[in-house]
């Protein structure tokens, strides 16, 4: 039987590759590693491996001379170090999860317009008048007109351009290559990313992590945004400078925003270390979400659905989807 390492936080964290398991028709020889760094264990695990189903390759993992398919649970592949990978490897990664993705940010968009959170939070304690309606006060926002755009205009992007223009919302996005497909959308290139910025009342993150796209938004685009944007990272933390993000909202630069992806990540020795070495949680501000927009029950299915197809069709020896590159 082919065997099979399911490694590291994604890929080996229960309840994942059972799942994915228990969708394969075809038999796999399986053992399963969360701590990479147990190299006690790392090692005769990958010089056996001839798939390995995670999100991650570090560039100094043991040889693994039978490693025939790296198969991502997850989108990127940042933290996939290609060039240590072994010659004659194929990558693949999934979707299926630009639908859940997509409801996030309009769920938040809608959120915040409305001051959702802190009106039901106020009326929870016993306070009428917060959201202009049978107690007065102030009233609250709306999507409707509402300009948004959208740095990545991939699967992740167009979905949400589709449920924005649903609200009758303005539609802009930037990309980093051309698009063929505009749909609802006014185009412009990553380049022109500064004429497109101060339109925009919402700006929502969803490209890919790279060398054209690291620290994208740093302090000086921060500062051509509109002084009530709200900005939505669901692509990656390092696209938006870590600390200039915290001093733009810290200080109102821009309205506020929602961060769903971090600069770091719990780890075996802190579960609970928190996303930014800033305390972007004291924010009154900032909507934070531990990295699930797109842990829902169907995103789940659509992309354990994917992996377990291309296991199967690998002991097939038949040609995999959602392939990357062959290395």
């Known amino acids: 039987m082919t065997k099979t390492l ?15 398991l228990a969708k394969t028709a075809e ?49 990127g592949i940042d933290l996939i170090d ?29 959120a915040w317009n409305h001051r959702l959170l802190d009106i039901a939070a106020a009326f929870r304690g016993g306070v009428w008048s917060t959201g202009g309606g049978a107690g007065g006060g102030p009233t609250h926002g709306e999507i409707f007109g509402k300009t948004v755009g959208i740095v990545g205009y991939g699967k992740i992007g167009r979905e949400v351009a589709r449920r924005a223009v649903g609200f009758s919302c303005k ?12 749909g609802d959308a006014e185009i412009y290139s990553l380049a022109e990313l500064d004429r497109m910025l101060p339109q925009c009342d919402v700006v929502v993150i969803a490209a890919g992590l790279g060398p054209e796209t690291s620290r994208l938004i740093d302090a000086r685009r921060l500062g051509l945004m509109k002084p009530s944007a709200f900005l939505i990272n669901i692509g990656r933390a390092g696209i938006v400078d870590e600390a200039a993000f915290y001093a733009a909202l810290k ?29 972007f949680h004291e924010l009154p501000n900032v909507i934070m979400t531990p990295h699930c927009s797109s842990a829902t ?28 590159m062959n290395t």
């Open 6 to 20: 399911f490694l590291g936080n994604f890929g080996a964290r229960p309840g994942v590759w059972e799942a994915i």
């Open 27 to 75: 038999p796999l020889d399986h053992s399963v590693l969360f701590d990479v760094n147990d190299s006690q264990r790392l090692i005769p695990a990958l010089a056996e491996a001839e798939i390995v189903v995670g999100h991650i390759w570090q560039k100094d993992f043991p040889e693994a001379p039978r490693l025939k398919l790296l198969q991502s649970v997850a989108a």
């Open 82 to 110: 290609v060039p240590s990978l072994p010659r004659g490897v194929t990558v693949c990664n999934v979707a299926g999860h630009e639908q859940a993705i997509a409801e996030y940010v309009l769920m938040t968009m809608l």
């Open 171 to 182: 539609v802009v996005a930037a990309n980093r290559s051309p698009i063929a497909d505009r």
């Open 251 to 279: 200080d109102n630069q821009i309205g506020g925003a929602a961060i769903d992806v971090w600069w770091q990540y719990p780890t075996p020795a802190e579960p609970n270390r928190r996303g930014s070495q800033l305390p």
């Open 297 to 324: 029950d169907g995103a789940r299915d659509r992309r354990f659905s994917t992996v377990a197809g291309n296991l199967d069709r690998y002991v097939r020896d038949e040609p995999v989807t959602n392939l990357v």
